[in-house]
């Protein structure tokens, strides 16, 4: 497996170290651009919308190869319409119009009894075969009267999609139901599994899969920008790895994750013997080897002669799963330091007193993310003191919980640790249901009903189907005060947890906002063995806000300081604790 991780911090030096392209070659890649841009969004309306092809009657893979090959090169607006419409020929209620305005388009007409056909999806259920999608989320085309069809629908849908300046592309998505379709299968996909096609192809599959089915995607502008500058790095040379990792990276998504071959390509390879995270808007060490003339608090200044502010905005782009600013600047400042095992990194550093100096480093080590000092483990449950305790629900088994249950139950006050996803979370649940003699609810988890494009105005149903969970309590009843510590770490079934603590007012939640995405995950299968992990459950407060992106606000706010790593203080555990002895 090619290692991505030696690219990321790099990434923004190699661009600016590649000689200029000429104007001519920016003319020419920004005309194939946008030539797929436009290609993308009419092959997803289609996939997904148009009722005339089953699902698997067209190999929709091969589809998207033959059709780029067909509109890529297209030098001039007539010629891209020319190529779409022979792309596109298989479907037959097509109509293509290069006016700047879109044409109206008389809609199909049937009679109210006759049956009709149109896409439903629940989610989305394509080539993944990860069981909870396969549970919960469905695509069918459906079979109705036209008097019965859901109110979202009426049996005239015209679907009219902008083709850019080159004019407009339109579609029914509801069809008389007939006999069976004769469309045949495309032709296959080209020999190397490295062509251009097959890559830009990945894209876009990928790309249309998000458009239609995360339930919190950007407005279409921003989205279609997200598409061109992931070409962009594939057409400079960056990479398709480069390019998917940027993709994927702006959904701002904590579950967004990319396997190839079923392995994370996201990893550090190799960092120098420190480590440093941004705290007070300043890269500062955190931990390193004692053979080095270095403190803790130190700042990183410059990484290879770039302001490391600077340089870790760069790197940001391309982290995958992290929601929060908060959670992509603190996760950059550490991907920042990594390369390629044996490589050197330039460090100018300066002190607490404002001296400065320089350290050429050698990347030999791999150590886990360094979040900052924790109080030193006894265990997953221990005695802080007299009948006071504390347990870490990222790293708590049951084997650990049940024995501790009755001395708990009698404890004078509880101090829970959730700054990370939760080693086994119906452990960790199983904690917080001693916590009440009431039944829990969890935030609402809706699973959207799409029967057409969202960016053309069909709003999804999110009326019906809701996979919102419920708790009852567990004997014996915690009665005592509990403080709960969190953070950026603290993602999807801990959110969840602290989100049941936030609603039913359990206890006091300390530390950090989380990272802002919970609810089930969906896989898209690229047809070069990459597979790319999304959240498809729109999971809100029970008011109807969301909460992706932004994450459960702490009750105290209690952040790490500079002075706070000097000291070696885990100044979160230290402020819970304070507030959990004020409560006794």
Same mark, same amino acid.
Request: hydrophobic letters at 40%; aromatic letters at 10%; a positive charge.
């Given at each position: 497996?090619?290692?991505?991780?030696?690219?990321?911090?790099?990434?923004?030096?190699?661009?600016?170290?590649?000689?200029?392209?000429?104007?001519?070659?920016?003319?020419?890649?920004?005309?194939?651009?946008?030539?797929?841009?436009?290609?993308?969004?009419?092959?997803?309306?289609?996939? !997904?919308? !148009?009722?005339?092809?089953?699902?698997?009657?067209?190999?929709?893979?091969?589809?998207?190869?033959?059709?780029?090959?067909?509109?890529?090169?297209?030098?001039?607006?007539?010629?891209?319409?020319?190529?779409?419409?022979?792309?596109?020929?298989?479907?037959?209620?097509?109509?293509?119009?290069?006016?700047?305005?879109?044409?109206?388009?008389?809609?199909?007409?049937?009679?109210?009894?006759?049956?009709?056909?149109?896409?439903?999806?629940?989610?989305?259920?394509?080539?993944?075969?990860?069981?909870?999608?396969?549970?919960?989320?469905?695509?069918?085309?459906?079979?109705?009267?036209?008097?019965?069809?859901?109110?979202?629908?009426?049996?005239?849908?015209?679907?009219?999609?902008?083709?850019?300046?080159?004019?407009?592309?339109?579609?029914?998505?509801?069809?008389?139901?007939?006999?069976?379709?004769?469309?045949?299968?495309?032709?296959?996909?080209?020999?190397?599994?490295?062509?251009?096609?097959?890559?830009?192809?990945?894209?876009?599959?990928?790309?249309?899969?998000?458009?239609?089915?995360?339930?919190?995607?950007?407005?279409?502008?921003?989205?279609?920008?997200?598409?061109?500058?992931?070409?962009?790095?594939?057409?400079?040379?960056?990479?398709?790895?480069?390019?998917?990792?940027?993709?994927?990276?702006?959904?701002?998504?904590?579950?967004?994750?990319?396997?190839?071959?079923?392995?994370?390509?996201?990893?550090?390879?190799?960092?120098?013997?420190?480590?440093?995270?941004?705290?007070?808007?300043?890269?500062?060490?955190?931990?390193?080897?004692?053979?080095?003339?270095?403190?803790?608090?130190?700042?990183?200044?410059?990484?290879?002669?770039?302001?490391?502010?600077?340089?870790?905005?760069?790197?940001?782009?391309?982290?995958?799963?992290?929601?929060?600013?908060?959670?992509?600047?603190?996760?950059?400042?550490?991907?920042?330091?990594?390369?390629?095992?044996?490589?050197?990194?330039?460090?100018?550093?300066?002190?607490?007193?404002?001296?400065?100096?320089?350290?050429?480093?050698?990347?030999?080590?791999?150590?886990?993310?360094?979040?900052?000092?924790?109080?030193?483990?006894?265990?997953?449950?221990?005695?802080?003191?007299?009948?006071?305790?504390?347990?870490?629900?990222?790293?708590?088994?049951?084997?650990?919980?049940?024995?501790?249950?009755?001395?708990?139950?009698?404890?004078?006050?509880?101090?829970?640790?959730?700054?990370?996803?939760?080693?086994?979370?119906?452990?960790?649940?199983?904690?917080?249901?001693?916590?009440?003699?009431?039944?829990?609810?969890?935030?609402?988890?809706?699973?959207?009903?799409?029967?057409?494009?969202?960016?053309?105005?069909?709003?999804?149903?999110?009326?019906?189907?809701?996979?919102?969970?419920?708790?009852?309590?567990?004997?014996?009843?915690?009665?005592?005060?509990?403080?709960?510590?969190?953070?950026?770490?603290?993602?999807?079934?801990?959110?969840?947890?602290?989100?049941?603590?936030?609603?039913?007012?359990?206890?006091?939640?300390?530390?950090?906002?989380?990272?802002?995405?919970?609810?089930?995950?969906?896989?898209?299968?690229?047809?070069?063995?990459?597979?790319?992990?999304?959240?498809?459950?729109?999971?809100?407060?029970?008011?109807?806000?969301?909460?992706?992106?932004?994450?459960?606000?702490?009750?105290?706010?209690?952040?790490?300081?500079?002075?706070?790593?000097?000291?070696?203080?885990?100044?979160?555990?230290?402020?819970?604790?304070?507030?959990?002895?004020?409560?006794?």
């Amino acid at each position: 497996m090619k290692n991505l991780s030696f690219i990321l911090p790099l990434l923004l030096l190699l661009l600016l170290a590649r000689p200029s392209l000429t104007l001519a070659s920016n003319q020419a890649k920004d005309r194939r651009v946008e030539n797929i841009v436009v290609f993308s969004k009419l092959y997803g309306c289609i996939k !997904y919308f !148009y009722p005339g092809i089953k699902q698997g009657e067209l190999y929709w893979q091969q589809f998207a190869m033959a059709g780029i090959s067909k509109v890529i090169n297209a030098q001039t607006d007539e010629e891209l319409v020319d190529s779409l419409r022979k792309a596109f020929q298989m479907i037959p209620e097509m109509q293509f119009t290069r006016d700047r305005k879109p044409v109206a388009v008389s809609p199909l007409v049937y009679s109210n009894k006759q049956k009709v056909i149109f896409w439903k999806h629940a989610g989305y259920k394509g080539l993944s075969a990860n069981p909870d999608a396969a549970k919960m989320f469905s695509s069918n085309i459906v079979k109705k009267p036209l008097s019965k069809l859901p109110h979202y629908l009426t049996g005239k849908e015209i679907v009219t999609v902008p083709l850019g300046t080159s004019g407009w592309a339109s579609f029914p998505i509801v069809l008389a139901a007939k006999g069976p379709n004769p469309i045949s299968q495309n032709s296959p996909f080209p020999d190397k599994a490295d062509s251009i096609t097959r890559q830009v192809a990945s894209l876009i599959i990928c790309w249309n899969e998000l458009l239609h089915f995360h339930p919190y995607i950007s407005p279409l502008d921003l989205w279609t920008e997200n598409l061109r500058g992931s070409l962009s790095v594939l057409f400079d040379g960056d990479g398709y790895q480069n390019a998917l990792i940027r993709m994927v990276s702006q959904l701002g998504d904590a579950h967004g994750a990319i396997y190839e071959r079923n392995t994370p390509i996201q990893s550090i390879a190799a960092i120098p013997p420190l480590t440093a995270l941004w705290i007070e808007n300043q890269l500062v060490v955190t931990a390193f080897d004692s053979s080095l003339d270095i403190r803790l608090g130190d700042a990183i200044i410059k990484i290879d002669g770039v302001d490391a502010g600077a340089y870790i905005d760069s790197v940001g782009q391309y982290i995958l799963a992290v929601a929060t600013p908060t959670a992509r600047k603190r996760f950059a400042s550490y991907y920042c330091l990594s390369g390629r095992e044996g490589s050197f990194i330039k460090l100018d550093i300066r002190k607490p007193n404002g001296n400065e100096y320089s350290l050429t480093l050698k990347r030999t080590s791999s150590p886990p993310i360094n979040f900052p000092v924790r109080k030193p483990s006894k265990g997953s449950v221990y005695e802080l003191e007299s009948n006071m305790f504390y347990i870490n629900l990222c790293a708590l088994t049951k084997a650990d919980f049940e024995p501790m249950i009755s001395k708990l139950a009698a404890a004078k006050g509880i101090l829970l640790d959730l700054r990370c996803y939760p080693k086994e979370p119906y452990t960790a649940l199983a904690v917080l249901r001693h916590f009440t003699g009431k039944e829990l609810i969890s935030t609402k988890r809706i699973l959207p009903i799409y029967y057409g494009p969202r960016f053309l105005g069909y709003v999804p149903d999110t009326s019906t189907v809701n996979f919102t969970w419920s708790f009852s309590p567990k004997s014996p009843t915690f009665s005592c005060p509990m403080v709960c510590m969190t953070g950026s770490g603290a993602q999807s079934y801990a959110e969840t947890i602290i989100g049941l603590i936030k609603k039913y007012n359990l206890g006091t939640i300390v530390g950090d906002n989380t990272a802002g995405t919970d609810g089930v995950v969906n896989f898209i299968e690229l047809p070069n063995s990459y597979t790319v992990r999304y959240t498809a459950l729109d999971v809100r407060w029970n008011d109807g806000s969301v909460f992706y992106g932004i994450g459960i606000t702490p009750d105290v706010f209690s952040r790490t300081k500079i002075q706070n790593v000097i000291k070696q203080e885990d100044i979160v555990f230290l402020e819970a604790l304070e507030i959990l002895k004020m409560k006794l």
